[in-house]
């Protein structure tokens, strides 16, 4: 997480010690995964901004593999268990997100809350 926030910051400082170079609306421009290592080795300090939120969110996808690989050698089957199922659980989502399955979901539920919010 440290290493999150300290890429953040240093690519904030970076872009503003830079010009903030295309314009503060850039501040906002998120970039595709793979540009993210072409731009940051071509010196754009929003790739480096880029690159902490994304190490942010992937911090608790690994404190949850190594909870796994902490249970398991503990042999804490229990917990090591749950914590699977909880991983398999994110990455279920994961793979239906990326699918584009989230948007039928959400249609699902949406279809159950209007006829409910319309009494």
């Known amino acids: 997480m440290y290493a999150s926030f300290a890429g953040m910051g240093l ?19 998120v970039l595709p995964f793979d ?5 940051l080795l071509a010196g754009n300090p929003l790739a480096l ?8 969110l992937a911090a608790p996808g690994v404190s949850l593999l190594v ?19 909880v991983a398999a659980i994110l990455l279920l ?6 699918l584009g399955f989230d ?9 159950w809350i209007n006829p409910v919010q319309g009494r």
């Open 11 to 29: 690519g904030l400082v970076w872009w503003l010690f830079a010009g903030s170079p295309g314009g503060v609306g850039s501040a906002s421009t």
């Open 35 to 39: 540009r993210l290592l072409p731009e």
């Open 49 to 56: 901004v880029n690159l902490g939120v994304l190490l942010l």
């Open 67 to 85: 909870a796994i690989a902490t249970f398991a050698a503990s042999r804490n089957w229990r917990y090591a268990g749950i914590a699977t199922l």
């Open 93 to 98: 989502s994961l793979v239906l997100s990326l």
């Open 103 to 111: 948007k039928v979901i959400q249609s699902w539920v949406q279809s």
